[in-house]
């Protein structure tokens, strides 16, 4: 997420706090979530999806940035490209030329087998930047978003679709969101529409204690003092999508607790609420929302080099992968 020393004015923001809900189901006989058997399954399922967090966080956790660490910055392109291909998605890149070097945003696809009636329906964009800025290893900033991305991409990889899907690791959003902007040039070029954009920015920082959250500058709401949600942040244009991961952070297995934003325009009344690449679709014309822990309003480690592994709350991050995935299923998936 890139820094901002900004002065924002009040603007009026839409704020919806969710709380869970109870569904009404037939009466079936069914083993107890408390059975020895499910309690097995359970952890099992859980305990293999940590390993597997960790694996990725392992493998992308380091400084990656442009100028101070290229390497590192293409090694990790190569390893996303790789984990998408595992998945079974089809894996291009976007070059993207700046200071006279060539970067790449890595580009996964999914297609339905059977193209819906009257044309492709525009497709569902999911995204995450894989640089950092320099001394920092980011892990929360933003590995934890590149792991949700990877996560979405294993999960999807056997679900039937009715839209595509395409799944974006941007390069360079800390100079400028570069990769971003190149990526949505592309898109206006060639005149494609998109059925919405959910950007991953430092999605694996939660702590449940008062006190350590902290409310952007002249946001006129009450922000929790307990820094254990995720800030969902659209606008106007995005709303729909807002509701649709509202919705599904509510239906897992123990709620994710969320604070949802939508705020005017392109956000230009509150310049912190476009420090992400979900800014380079507002300003195009797309609807994008930006899923966030908040970044510096919570975590201490945000652009340092503490920002390591060890401070992540794993039980989080796999929240957030669950609640983005069941939105896409929701979004561009064949319903039973």
């Not at 894996?91 to 696809?109: E, F, I, P």
């Not at 894989?130 to 792991?147: E, I, K, Q, W």
Request: aromatic residues 6%; glycine residues 6%.
């Amino acid at each position: 997420m890139r820094s901002e020393a900004v002065s924002a004015k009040p603007i009026s923001l839409t704020v919806e706090f969710h709380m869970p809900f109870f569904l009404k189901c037939s009466r079936v006989k069914v083993l107890g979530p408390k059975s020895p058997r499910n309690r097995f399954i359970h952890t099992h399922v859980v305990l293999t999806q940590r390993l597997r967090i960790n694996r990725h966080l392992q493998a992308l956790v380091g400084e990656r940035h442009p100028e101070t660490s290229p390497g590192p910055l293409r090694k990790t392109a190569h390893y996303l490209a790789t984990q998408f291909t595992k998945s079974g998605w089809s894996t291009s890149d976007q070059l993207v030329r700046a200071w006279g070097k060539t970067y790449r945003n890595v580009v996964a696809t999914k297609y339905p087998d059977r193209p819906s009636q009257g044309g492709e329906w525009p497709p569902l964009l999911i995204g995450a930047h894989y640089d950092t800025v320099s001394g920092s290893p980011g892990a929360d900033d933003n590995a934890s978003g590149l792991v949700v991305l990877l996560e979405v991409a294993l999960h999807l990889s056997t679900q039937p679709l009715v839209r595509p899907v395409w799944l974006v690791a941007f390069c360079l959003e800390e100079q400028d969101r570069l990769g971003s902007q190149a990526f949505v040039s592309r898109l206006r070029a060639e005149r494609r529409e998109l059925a919405g954009a959910i950007i991953l920015e430092c999605v694996g920082f939660a702590k449940s204690e008062p006190g350590t959250q902290q409310a952007p500058p002249a946001v006129p709401i009450a922000v929790p003092p307990q820094g254990d949600f995720l800030a969902i942040v659209g606008n106007e244009a995005s709303r729909s999508l807002v509701h649709q991961l509202e919705q599904e952070a509510q239906r897992q297995a123990a709620p994710l607790k969320t604070l949802s934003l939508v705020v005017p325009g392109r956000g230009e009344a509150m310049p912190h609420t476009r420090r992400s690449d979900h800014a380079s679709f507002w300003d195009a014309g797309y609807p994008a929302v930006v899923l966030t822990d908040t970044a510096n309003f919570r975590n201490p480690h945000y652009h340092r080099e503490t920002d390591i592994v060890d401070t992540l709350n794993l039980e989080f991050l796999s929240s957030v992968a669950k609640t983005v995935t069941a939105t896409a299923v929701q979004i561009a998936g064949v319903r039973s």
